[in-house]
Structures are given as C-alpha cells and as structure tokens.
Antibody, heavy 113, light 112 residues
Framework: VQLVESGGGLVQPGKSLKLSCSAS????????MHWIRQAPGKGLDWVAY???????VYADAVKGRFTISRDNAKNTLYLQLNSLKSEDTAIYYC????????WGQGVMVTVSS | DVVMTQTPVSLSVAIGQPASISCKSS???????????LNWLLQRPGQSPKRLIY???KLDSGIPDRFSGSGSETDFTLKISRVEADDLGVYYC?????????FGAGTKLELK
C-alpha cells in the first residue's frame, strides 16, 4: 500500500488549492479515504472522509470551504481547499479507512500573504 | 463531538522501563456493530503517524508485543512494557466510532 500526496504550496488568504493523493497497492475503489491535517508543532486534526460510494463527511472547521472527492479510474483522492485562511496552514495527510492503517507522507500547505 | 483526553502530556522514561498512556473519551466508543474503534498511533519526529494498535487491543503486524492496549467504553490505556530508543515520539489515541473522528492531544515520550 502506498499513498502519495501532492499539490501543496504557498497560497494567499482567500485563494484556493487542490491536493491530490495517489493510491497504489490496493483496490482503491473499495475503500473509504480520509484527509487529516497537522498545524506546525500541533496535534492531528481530522478534516474529511469520503466513502467507497462517495458519501462525504467534513469537520465543522472546513465545512463549506473544502471538498473531498475521488476518481477511482485514476486511483486518486482529492481535497479542494477554497477560501483559505491562515489557520489552514498545516501538513495534510491522506489515510485509508479501516482504522487509518496506512498514511501518506503528507504535503505542506502554507496560507500567508 | 467526542473529546479525547490524553494524559500525560509528556513522559520521560529510561530505556528498559515501562510506560503507560491514558486516553479517556467523553462518550462511549462502542459502535453499533459492538466494536470499539479506538486506535493508538506513534508519530516519530519528521515522520507520518504510524498505527500501532486498533480496536483497543489488536497489534498491527510488525509491532512488537512490548506494546499493549486495553480498556473499554470510555477509558483506554496504552502500555509499553520496556521502552526502547525506537519508541520515542508522540503517541496519539484516535476514536473512529463517531464522526467527526477525533484524536487525543498527544503524549510525547522522551528518554530520561
């Protein structure tokens, strides 16, 4: 199992960014997937979940601003980040459901002017 | 939301000595399936979190049996029987019974 995030970077407040998580080594379409983030020097915060049938759940802090989606043909998970705030600055990890056994290496998102 | 209260915040332990971390949830973590979705993860410096234990007490493959998990309902414990240098890092409990999933604030295990 391998999960590889990409798409991070420096972005101004109010702007948008789209993260990707490329999955391999398992049948991607059969699993739900999570996004979790970790602000610099802080703990872990769950962000969003998408089921194998594309049902979604969001943390209150990102609801209405972030959108989780998936493309099973490309074995890829996405997180669209809109209306970014400084407090969204964090490392963003994707993780497979079934207890978050597998995590990616993370991608840094910095929101700053 | 389920609040996960993890203690202590930090733990200083000599190599070969035991360590124990507590995690208490604000409501029962027993799911409708009857399973309790309480996991323990370790994040070493500069690395992604790694799951050690799932469903309260089941060790992931490759995790030494120096680690053990116990507990029920709202009260859970991670124990390390003999700390080794490779065990250093921040330990998190995670509940996956109720959305939103929530983590404990973390326990930093350091060498004495």
């Amino acid at each position: 199992v391998q999960l590889v995030e990409s798409g991070g970077g420096l972005v101004q407040p109010g702007k948008s960014l789209k993260l990707s998580c490329s999955a391999s080594g398992f049948t991607f379409s059969s699993y739900g997937m999570h996004w979790i983030r970790q602000a610099p020097g802080k703990g872990l915060d769950w962000v969003a979940y998408i089921s194998s049938s594309s049902g979604t759940v969001y943390a209150d802090a990102v609801k209405g601003r972030f959108t989780i989606s998936r493309d099973n043909a490309k074995n890829t998970l996405y997180l669209q980040l809109n209306s970014l705030k400084s407090e969204d600055t964090a490392i963003y990890y994707c993780a497979r459901s079934e207890g978050m056994r597998y995590w990616g290496q993370g991608v840094m998102v910095t929101v700053s002017s | 939301d389920v609040v996960m209260t993890q203690t202590p915040v930090s733990l200083s332990v000599a190599i070969g000595q035991p360590a124990s971390i507590s995690c208490k949830s604000s409501q029962s973590l027993v799911g409708t399936s009857g399973k309790t979705y309480l996991n323990w993860l370790l994040q070493r410096p500069g690395q992604s979190p790694k799951r050690l234990i799932y469903l309260v007490s089941k060790l992931d493959s490759g995790i030494p049996d120096r680690f053990s998990g116990s507990g029920s309902e709202t009260d859970f414990t991670l124990k390390i029987s003999r700390v080794e240098a490779d065990d250093l890092g921040v330990y998190y409990c995670l509940q996956g019974t109720h959305f939103p999933y929530t983590f404990g604030a973390g326990t930093k295990l350091e060498l004495k």
